[in-house]
C-alpha cells in the first residue's frame, strides 16, 4: 500500500501552500513571540498568564478572517494546568502537540536589606555574575503578572561540596514575601539585519509556532490537539517526576480511549551545547527546523524506527516547498516528551535552534526558524491526522 503524503495532501488541496505562505510569515511571527515572550510566565501560572494572551491572538486572527470558526481552546483543560485548542470536531484526536509555555523563575527566602536567597523553580545553567530581574505579585486575580521590584539575580562561584551556584535577587525593595517569583528582566526584539530574535525564547518561540500552524490548518479542521503546558520547567535532577509535571497530569486524566496515537513535542534545541558552532555568528542559525531521534542521551525518549523513517520521507517532501527540517545528531534536551511517553510510545521531537535558554548568555533564536517550525507543524498535522498514514508508518 502507498502511504500518502504530503505530495498528496498538496494535490488535493492546491491552496493549502499559499495559505502557508501567507500566514506563516516572518512578522506575524515576531508578532505572535513578542506578545508570548513578553508575558511573564513563571511555572503554575500559564493558565491566567500567557493562556490569554493565545485565546486573544486566536480571536484576532478569526476577526481578521483567517477562519470563520471559534477554536475550541481551554486555559487549564481538566484543571491540569495545560492550555488545549482542539483543531477538530471528533471526540478524540489521534495527533498532539505539545510545546510548553511556562519560563524559568525562582522563588525568594528570606531578605536582609534589599538581598534575597533563591531557589531555582528549573534547572539553574547561570554562570558567575548579574542579570536583569523583576519580583511579580501574581496573588491578584485581576492582574496576572505585576512587577513589585526590579533590580538583578546575581549568581555567586559554586561553593565546595555544594551542587550548584548560589543566587540572590538583589533589589531596592526590601519587604518581599517570602517565595515571590523572580524572573529574568527581557523583552522581545528582532534584528532585521541579521534575522536574530532576542527575549525570553523558552519556549515562547515553538508555542509561537504552534500557534501560528493552527491559524493554518483551522480551515481544515484536522483532529489534532495542541498543547500548551505549564510545569514543564522544573528541577531535573530527582528524576523526569520533577518536571513535565502539568502534561503528566493531563495524560493520567485522559481516558484510554481517547489517548494519542502520536506526538509533536516541540522545545529549543541549545545550540550553546554544541562545539561546532558559534552562536555569536547569526549565519548558524535560520537554516530550518530541527529534528533529532532521541532526548538526553535516552534518558528521555527515542522516536521508533518506523516512525523516524516515515517522518525523513516527509522532511524531503517538505523541501520541495522550501520548509527545511534538519537532523544532525545533536544534543537535545528531554522536555515534555517524558509525559509523552506514558501516552504513547510514538513522539517526534520538532525543535527551534536557540541558544542561552536559561539566560547563561543573551537568548536568542532566528525569527526564520520559527517559520520553518510552524510550517513544518502544519504541513505534519495535516498529514498525520491521516488513518492510511498512521496505519503504515507508526
Known amino acids: 500500500m502507498t502511504t500518502p503524503g504530503l505530495t498528496d495532501l498538496l494535490a488535493s488541496l492546491p491552496e493549502f501552500r499559499d495559505r502557508l505562505d501567507s500566514i506563516v510569515t516572518e512578522t506575524r511571527a515576531f508578532d505572535v513571540f513578542r506578545r508570548i515572550a513578553d508575558t511573564y510566565a513563571p511555572t503554575l501560572t500559564v493558565s491566567r498568564t500567557r493562556a490569554p494572551v493565545l485565546k486573544r491572538i486566536l480571536d484576532e486572527a478569526m476577526r481578521e478572517g483567517l477562519y470563520a470558526d471559534e477554536i475550541d481552546f481551554t486555559p487549564s483543560c481538566q ?39 533563591l531557589t531555582p523553580f528549573c534547572q539553574s545553567r547561570l554562570t558567575p555574575g548579574e542579570r536583569p530581574g523583576v519580583a511579580l505579585d501574581l496573588t491578584d486575580p485581576d492582574q496576572p503578572a505585576r512587577i513589585v ?54 519556549n515562547a518561540a515553538c508555542a509561537s509556532a504552534q500557534l501560528l500552524a493552527a491559524l493554518v490548518v483551522r480551515p481544515y479542521w484536522p483532529n489534532v490537539n495542541i498543547l500548551w503546558t505549564d510545569e514543564e520547567e522544573g528541577v531535573v535532577d530527582m528524576g523526569p517526576p520533577t518536571f513535565a509535571r502539568a502534561a503528566s497530569r493531563l495524560v493520567l486524566r485522559t481516558p484510554l480511549d481517547r489517548m494519542p496515537e502520536l506526538v509533536f513535542v516541540s522545545d529549543i534545541q541549545d545550540l550553546d551545547f554544541a562545539a561546532d558552532v558559534d552562536v555569536d555568528d547569526p549565519a548558524c542559525f535560520g537554516r530550518g527546523t530541527a529534528m533529532e531521534a532521541f532526548t538526553s542521551r535516552t534518558r528521555g525518549t527515542a522516536t521508533p524506527p518506523l516512525l523516524l523513517g516515515a517522518m525523513r520521507t516527509l522532511f524531503a517532501e517538505m523541501e520541495t516547498i522550501g ?23 510514538n513522539i517526534v521531537h520538532l525543535c527551534c535552534p536557540g541558544a542561552f535558554t536559561h539566560f547563561q548568555g543573551r537568548p536568542r533564536v532566528h525569527v526564520a526558524d520559527i517559520v520553518h517550525t510552524a510550517k513544518a507543524l502544519a504541513c505534519l498535522w495535516m498529514v498525520t491526522q491521516s488513518d492510511d498514514w498512521r496505519a503504515n508508518s507508526i
Open 149 to 202: 521590584a526590579s533590580g538583578h539575580i546575581a549568581t555567586a562561584e559554586r561553593s565546595p561540596g555544594s551542587l550548584e551556584p548560589e543566587h540572590r535577587f538583589v533589589t531596592d525593595h526590601a519587604d518581599l514575601p517570602l517565595a515571590t517569583r523572580v524572573c529574568f528582566a527581557s523583552m522581545a526584539e528582532w534584528d532585521r539585519t541579521t534575522g536574530m530574535v532576542y527575549g525570553c525564547i523558552d
Open 79 to 117: 484543571g491540569t494546568g495545560v492550555a488545549v485548542a482542539r483543531l477538530g470536531s471528533a471526540s478524540r484526536s489521534p495527533v498532539w502537540s505539545v510545546a510548553h509555555l511556562d519560563n524559568i523563575s525562582f522563588l525568594t527566602g528570606p531578605g536582609r536589606k534589599g538581598v534575597y536567597p
Open 323 to 345: 520548509v527545511r527540517v534538519l537532523e544532525q545528531g545533536r544534543y537535545l534536551n528531554r522536555n515534555d516528551d517524558v509525559a509523552m511517553t506514558l501516552a504513547t510510545p
